[in-house]
Structure formats: C-alpha cells, structure tokens
C-alpha cells in the first residue's frame, strides 16, 4: 500500500530563512505526490504536484519540491520564508484508485 | 467560480445523538470525497464516489456511519449514533475526475464536537 511519511511534526523558522518540510514516500510504483496547505479553519489547498514530467515542481507562493527516486523523498522548499507561510502542510500520494493518502502534517511556525 | 461548500461550520452534540453534514461541490466534479481530520493527524478517506456511485468506502465505519450522493451533485454524510472519537474535522472534497490528474478541492470543513 502507498503512504507518505512526514518528517518533523513542527518546525519553526525565522522570516527570510529557508523552509524545509520533509516527506518520504513508500509506492512499489512510480507514485503521484502531492503538497497540500492548510490555514487555520480553512480546507486545504493545492501547492504543488509531481507526476513524472519534471523532478523540480514549481507551486504557488514560492514554493518547490524536489522528486528523489533514489532517496524516495519529496521535500518541500521556500528559499525564504514569510510570516503568511505559517500553517499546516501535508504531503499526499494518490493510487490508483485516484484517492488522496496524507502524512500527518508538519506546522510550520515563522518568526519574525 | 464557486468553490465546495460545506455545512454547518461548526457542530457540538452528545454522545449517541446522530448528525448530518452537507457538502455541495463545485459544479461538474464528478469525483467527490469525504475525508476525517482528527486533530493533529492527516487527513483520512472515509468514501469517495464517481458520479453517484461508491468507487472505495473500506474506511467507512458502516455500523454507524452512512452517505450518499443523489444524482451525482450534493452529498450527506450521518453519523448515528456518534461517539466521542467521532470528535474531528470533516472535509468534503471534489474534483472534475479523480485527484490524481484533475486538482481536488476542499471545503473549509465541519468541525464535530461529541460531548
């Protein structure tokens, strides 16, 4: 069965500094990964995805993943980090059956 | 364009009472999800249907949870009768078809609180 693992349930960063949220991935085939936001009393929302075509998506508000098959990472980056970054992100694998499966969420905190 | 709509927003009941959350996704996704987020954890598919059909509810607790989707648009979700570990974030979720190669998009949720 496919399933992502986050790594880190928090993490904090000061404004300006780079973000990392980790998330590995388990799929005994190429997989669909996903990075999904969410603000506080608000669904989530779409970053970014990855489904084979480039190993570096680019998403919204600055935000980038990487797709490693040999480390079975999909790390999310922001090479600097603003005070509206501050919330939840969730890494997510889909399978074939087309359903979202989640990690457990990293919140990130930034300070100023 | 309208995003998916959920309600209510909020909900507190008594354990063993039921309850009924609504969602109206965004016009023309065939695919629509209900989804659990207990606090501080993911969250968890409980059904997803294509059109008004089941395609996966294995995590459905059947003994007490139920849902349909008539004609393929609006959706409901029952609990009956809730416990306290029903507490959590239900989010409704749709998408033109399938999350995998079209966005799936998320309601802004209804928080249960069962005392």
């Known amino acids: 069965a496919q399933s992502v693992t986050q790594l880190g349930s928090h993490v904090s960063v000061s404004e300006g500094a780079l973000v990392l949220l980790r998330c590995n991935y388990s799929?005994?085939?190429?997989?669909?990964l996903f990075w999904y936001v969410q603000y506080p009393n608000q669904g989530l929302q779409l970053l970014l995805k990855?489904?084979?075509?480039?190993?570096l998506v680019k998403g919204i508000n600055g935000f980038e993943a990487e797709f490693k098959k040999s480390e079975t990472s999909f790390h999310l980056t922001k090479p600097s980090a603003h005070m509206s970054d501050a919330a939840e992100y969730f890494c997510?694998?889909?399978?074939?059956?087309?359903?979202?499966?989640f990690g457990t969420g990293t919140r990130l905190q930034v300070f100023p | 364009e309208a995003g998916v709509a959920q309600s209510p927003r909020y909900k507190i009941i008594e354990k063993r009472q039921s309850v009924a959350f609504w969602c109206n996704p965004i016009?023309?996704?065939?695919?629509l999800y209900w989804y659990q987020q207990i606090l501080g954890q993911g969250p968890k598919l409980l059904i997803q249907?294509?059109?008004?059909?089941?395609?996966?509810d294995s995590q459905l607790p059947k003994d007490r949870f139920s849902a349909e989707r008539l004609k393929g648009v609006d959706s409901t979700l029952k609990i009956q009768p809730a416990k306290l570990e029903d507490s959590a974030v239900y989010l409704c979720?749709?998408?033109?078809?399938?999350?995998?190669?079209?966005?799936?998009?998320f309601g802004q949720g209804t928080r249960l609180t069962v005392v």
């Open positions: 979720a749709s998408s033109l078809a399938g999350a995998t190669n079209t966005e799936a998009f």
């Open positions: 799929s005994s085939v190429p997989p669909y």
């Open positions: 990855y489904t084979s075509a480039a190993t």
């Open positions: 997510a694998v889909s399978d074939d059956t087309d359903k979202l499966i």
């Open positions: 016009s023309g996704h065939a695919t």
């Open positions: 249907f294509q059109n008004n059909g089941v395609v996966d």
